[in-house]
């Protein structure tokens, strides 16, 4: 009896582990693969499932989430530039086709990037660098349906593409920041151009306008020199002082006038030529004798108009015409 318990110890340890061993958890978005000694058996969605030891195994689980797989590629484009591009490619495996998922593909990684490599050095090679970029989503319709078309069969569904980045050659995108500054210093300097020019016309104006009332203020300031000067020689006129000599004594007084302004500033580089004590009355009897002398010339230059009969006005007389007869007399000549 004792033998015998000694022998169903072992036996019940090992039948344990052979009930533990049928049961398996297949987690969420996850189907395990069943089979019966090598052989496809059946396919167990998420939660506990049971299978038969020794005689079924789990060949593997599939993930049925959404996955991601980047691919670098590097190709050359129409204009001879070397570029590389990433391309993320969003896959799914179909639920019903996880047979052809688990069976058919040993590595559907490998086989996504082979079929992103052929259909982008196909599509790129015939576009300039510039239309890469801004054609972006054409190459990445391109692939999403080069793919759908090859890897639907195997059970997985590509659910989008995206070109995530174009990365051109260091000297080339060099050159292009180049080009992009000199664009934009070119419309900065128009800029800086149209300003300037607008600020000259706006001065232009403003110095114009700036003369204009200038030469009105001189023209004022004259009239008003002109009138002050007309009514200091009348005054001077009610005292007995003739026209030439009241216009002598103003300029004298004028000009001394000038020499106090000169002698009240004290920067001032004016020099006065010619300046001497005796300047002003030297000046006075100039004037005096100049304009005695131009009366002269004008009274002597009247005599001998008149004398040849310059400036007389002849009237031709004219002939009263002969008194018309009456009605029915005669004319006697």
Partial sequence: MGGFLILM???????????????????????????????????????????????QRIAGRINLKIQQLDVLVETKTKDDVFVRLKISVQFQVIKDKVYDAFYKLENPHDQITSYVFDVVRAEVPKMKLDDVFERKDDIAIAVKQELNDAMINYGYDIIKTLVTDIDPDVQVKAA?????????????????????????????????????????????????????????????????????????????????????????????????????????????????ASFVASNQIGEQMRKENEAKGIGKTTRKKRTPPPPRAAEGDDLKY
């Fill in 9 to 55: 110890v072992p036996i019940g340890i090992v039948l344990f582990f052979l009930m533990l061993s049928s049961f398996f958890i297949v987690r969420q978005q996850t189907a395990a693969v069943v089979e019966n000694f090598g052989r496809f058996s059946s396919i167990r969605n998420s939660g506990l499932q049971f299978k038969i030891p020794v005689v």
């Fill in 176 to 288: 292009m920041n180049r080009i992009n500054a000199a664009e934009r210093e070119k419309v900065a300097a128009e800029y800086e151009a149209e300003a300037e020019r607008i600020k000259i016309v706006a001065k232009a104006r403003a110095e114009a306008e700036s003369k204009r009332l200038q030469g009105q203020g001189i023209a004022d300031q004259r009239r008003e020199i002109a009138r002050g000067l007309e009514e200091s020689v009348d005054v001077l006129n009610n005292v007995g002082i003739n026209s030439q000599e009241a216009s002598a004594l103003i300029v004298v007084t004028q000009h001394y006038d000038t020499l106090q302004s000169i002698g009240e500033e004290t920067n001032t580089n004016l020099i006065l030529l010619p300046n001497s004590p005796q300047g002003g009355s030297n000046m006075l009897n100039d004037m005096i």
